[in-house]
């Protein structure tokens, strides 16, 4: 299927390793141009490398998602360097589980100021991709975990709150032309990701996750990588406001 992203120019937050990269290479093998960024350089270095052997322009940045005005300034930079921005991915996230202040604040400040962050560094651009082209995107990488809770912690919030800052985006600025979505996944599984760690160290634990997938697996970065670039290409130019669940129906959660 041709989802309309030949020659769009994407900037993916996190997009070296899981999620992130397979969103990069996906956009990529659409036709897309792709800047990356995170804060380990080698790992900017090597995905902006594979990027470009897909035929297509990509850069990179060393940037901190948390501090707002280097991530202005790196947005800006690939806007001039690309000629514009069309569609935005916000999938940094601290991944802190606790309940105590400094997981609050950890989320907080890299998955929800993070976004923050990012929106406003790309809105002008992404107002006149809206202007020039009709559609522009801004999808959030959210989690089901925003949906239900075994006990307290700070995570689970931070992502609701992910999801609630959509909407209003949505609703806001739906007359520029600018469509605000989000992609929630349940338990996602790669090589060096969080589930991988605790296989590794939590045998036990993973055993339960895994037993409570009713798939009998967990979910790779590219499943999930297809719905977000789904959402955010012109085939999906009506749907704005939404959170995508792609979980393999490990909540029981109803999705009205």
Partial sequence: MDLGLKGK???VLGGTRGIGRAIAATLAGEGSNVAVC?????????TVAEL????????????D??????????????AKEFGGVDLVFANAGAMAQGHDPASWEQNFRLDVLGAVHA????????????????????????SIAAAQADLAS????????????AKGLARQYAKKKIRVNV???GTVYFKGGVWNMIEQNMPERYNDAMKRNPTGRMATPQEIANAAVFLASPASSFTTGANLVVDGAISNRVNF
């Avoid at 035929?55 to 990179?60: E, H, L, M, P």
């Avoid at 998602?65 to 690939?78: H, I, M, P, Q, S």
């Avoid at 700070?154 to 800052?165: E, F, T, V, W």
């Fill in 9 to 11: 120019n994407a900037i």
């Fill in 38 to 46: 995170a804060r380990n350089a080698e790992q900017v270095a090597a």
């Fill in 52 to 63: 470009k052997a897909s035929g297509i322009r990509a850069t990179g940045g060393t940037v």
């Fill in 65 to 78: 998602v948390t501090d707002g005005a280097a991530l202005k300034a790196w947005v800006e930079g690939t």
């Fill in 119 to 142: 929106f406003d560094a790309a809105r002008p651009f992404l107002e006149a991709s809206g202007e020039k082209n009709g559609d522009a995107a801004f999808i959030i990488i959210s």
């Fill in 154 to 165: 700070s995570y689970g919030p931070i992502k609701a709150a992910l999801i609630h800052m």
């Fill in 183 to 185: 992609v929630s996944p």
